[in-house]
């Protein structure tokens, strides 16, 4: 195993053992962490009980560590590390991070044996609107662009 494999590995362990002590106090058996070259930015826990928050999952709590650590949204120059593969709502939250790479650990069929099934979610994302558990309706409010046309009439936004 060369060094980078080794250092990878060494920092899965350490997720694991994070995701293995937040399971112990009573949360969910989930950690992440956020690496910039050879620095642990953010190793952090799901902390839905604990917060009362249903998006505190453990990807989303190292990306918000990271990115007030580093002063940026943009964590192109970073890679996550994750017990378990992302659920979708992490997913999309990786993406608007823009991550460059990320390792994961057990996998979601691993997560729905333990009781955390993501499938319900990857199946409605692709329904009509009509036909989900929980309906979506599109309301057609005639200012509806209004935010968007002020967006692009900004010259001062921040570019996502």
């Known amino acids: 195993m060369n060094q980078s494999n080794k250092q990878a ?17 009573g949360g969910g058996p989930f ?8 620095e642990i930015v953010s190793l952090v826990a799901n902390s839905v009980w604990f917060d009362t928050d249903p998006t505190a999952h453990a990807e989303v709590n190292a990306i918000r560590q990271a990115t007030a650590k580093l002063g940026t949204i943009d964590l192109s120059d970073c890679e996550l590390y994750t017990s378990c593969e992302p659920c979708p709502m992490c997913f999309g939250a990786i993406y608007w991070a823009r991550l460059n790479k990320v390792y994961f650990a057990a996998n979601r ?18 329904l ?6 929980i309906n979506f309706e599109n309301m057609s ?17 921040n570019q996502y």
């Open 9 to 25: 590995t060494s920092i899965m362990v350490r997720v694991i053992e994070k995701a293995r002590e937040n399971a112990t106090k």
């Open 141 to 157: 409010v005639e200012s509806r662009l209004i935010p968007f046309q002020t967006w692009n009439n900004n010259p001062d936004k």
């Open 31 to 38: 950690a992440a962490a956020v690496v910039r070259g050879d």
């Open 128 to 133: 009509p609107h009509p036909d989900r558990k």
């Open 109 to 126: 069929a691993d997560a729905a044996q333990a009781g955390f099934d993501d499938d319900l979610i990857y199946r409605e994302i692709v």
